[in-house]
């Protein structure tokens, strides 16, 4: 920028942006390495990066202009697919780099809830969980033949574990989503612990959670001795 001064006259010129910037292409595919329309990428951690973020045309390509150069890394994601970070790639000044992602396809999850006697049972909640991210439950009940399935996981392993109010709770299974294979899931022998809650000047509390740290099952087919818990339990309506 150019700026024309007289007379001792002081000019306030702004911000004069030095760095060195190029262009990166990233080329989204899917696992058999067509095209994905409409991906969004973002390039991660580019400070003052606040551009709208771009979409993938027709030919799975997002050509990033005006990028810092260095190694930069992108995040891509897409309906139907599971989000991925990629890179880093060298961005070369006043050059175009390439780099090409992979996205792989949301997954699922099915299995079934049986009791201690092996029979498939109705309305058991199956909870379903990322490996180590307890706080990212998903919840739902299990269909007349006991079965359930979840759908649109990305990729990865869950915990899924089982629980109804006449059985004990099941043993935490470690899956990977899109596996082929139904999961079985036994409840254990058990029955009801019936209490009351009550607050410090004796009266009836009726939004709690208690929880059971530890249980260990009787025991039973496929359960062992395996301790369980922790287990959460919300008051009876």
């Given amino acids: 920028r150019e700026v024309a001064l007289t007379g001792g006259r002081r000019e306030d010129v702004g911000d004069i942006d030095l760095t060195q910037r190029g262009a990166l292409t990233v080329t989204v595919l899917d696992p058999q390495g067509e095209a994905v329309k ?8 580019v400070v003052g990066w606040g551009r709208q973020r771009i979409k993938t045309n027709d030919q799975g390509e997002a050509r990033l202009q005006r990028v810092p150069v260095g190694m ?3 995040r ?3 309906q139907r697919y599971s989000e991925a970070v990629a890179g880093p790639a060298e961005v070369v000044a006043d050059e175009e780099s390439g780099l090409t992602v992979t996205l792989a396809p949301l997954q699922g999850l099915v299995g079934v809830v049986l009791d201690p006697e092996g029979e498939p049972i109705k309305g058991a909640r199956v909870a379903l969980h990322p490996e180590g991210m307890p706080q990212s439950v998903n919840t739902q009940r299990t269909r007349r033949d ?13 915990e899924v574990s089982a629980t109804h109010l006449k059985f004990g709770p099941s ?7 899109g596996e082929e294979e139904t999961l079985e899931l036994r409840l254990s022998a058990g029955g009801a612990i019936e209490g009351v809650v009550l607050a410090p000047d004796g009266a009836a509390v009726t939004r709690f959670t208690v929880v059971v740290e530890s249980f260990t099952p009787a025991p039973g087919p496929g359960l062992g001795d395996q301790a369980l818990g922790p287990q959460h339990f919300l008051p009876r309506r």
């Fill in 146 to 158: 006991g079965s359930f399935r979840f759908e649109g996981l990305d990729q990865g392993r869950y």
């Fill in 72 to 74: 930069v890394s992108v």
């Fill in 171 to 177: 043993r935490t299974l470690l899956a990977r989503a």
């Fill in 76 to 78: 891509v994601w897409a």
């Fill in 38 to 45: 409409g991906a969004y990428v973002d390039p991660v951690g």
